[in-house]
């Protein structure tokens, strides 16, 4: 299996809205609505931030939302925030009945 | 508030066995799937494998020969055991949490270093 794609980093000024892409195939991300996204921050263990492609877990901003067309994911941070500097991974269930996790994204607050 | 607390030697040798374990303190045992997630220094995550809440288990192919996660409910733990470990184990491994039939993480350990080095 191999990771899904994401682009090596996104950046944007505060106040602004930035998206971040997930790219998988037909046998994960285009298979299930399964799709995760995780927030980790230096040193720290990841953050489930989105769960089944847009759903938010109890305590997660509303600034973050998920999405999903075809083989393509995506999570957008809106009202962007010193605080969301982290790097980002999605991950998704796969035909498998395994799960394959996204190559991370760092973003950046200017 | 529910927490995962790890322990578990941090050097090996090449050739010998990792072996991790995972407490769940503050909460129920019961009707989740646990799992384990790898990352090496400076890199991404990677899926180990799982089992949930009927013994069933679930390995990364990639590893699957030398993996075995199992449970202790008595004692509200999990385990991982990785055999004959080399340089390329060498990684922040996470236990982790998935709520009953789901598919994703919800809650994660602090991470254990674990460096294989001769």
């Known amino acids: 299996q191999s990771d899904l794609t994401q682009p090596a980093s996104v950046s944007g000024s505060p106040g602004q809205s930035i998206t971040i892409s997930c790219t998988g195939t037909s046998s994960d991300v285009g298979s299930y609505n399964h799709v995760s996204w995780y927030q980790q921050h230096p040193g720290n263990a990841p953050k489930l931030m989105i769960y089944d492609v847009s759903n938010r877990p109890s305590g997660v901003s509303n600034r973050f939302s998920g999405s999903k067309s075809g083989n393509t994911a995506s999570l957008t941070i809106s009202g962007l925030q010193a605080e969301d500097e982290a790097d980002y991974y999605c991950?998704?269930?796969?035909?498998?009945?395994?799960?394959?996790f996204g190559t991370g994204t760092k973003v950046t607050v200017l | 508030q529910v927490q995962l607390q790890q322990w578990g030697a941090g050097l090996l040798k090449p050739s010998e066995t990792l072996s991790l374990i995972c407490t769940v303190y503050g909460g129920p045992f019961s009707g989740y799937s646990w799992r384990w997630i790898r990352q090496p220094p400076g890199k991404g995550l990677e899926w180990v494998g799982e089992?949930?809440?009927?013994?069933?288990?679930n390995y990364n192919p990639s590893l699957k020969s030398r993996v075995t996660v199992s449970i202790d409910t008595s004692k509200m733990q999990f385990s991982l055991k990785v055999s004959s470990v080399t340089a390329a184990d060498t990684a922040v491994y996470y236990c982790a949490r998935g709520p009953g039939t789901t598919w994703f993480f919800d809650l994660w350990g602090r991470g254990t270093l674990v460096t294989v080095s001769s």
């Open positions: 991950s998704s269930y796969t035909r498998s009945s395994t799960y394959v």
């Open positions: 089992i949930n809440q009927i013994g069933r288990t």
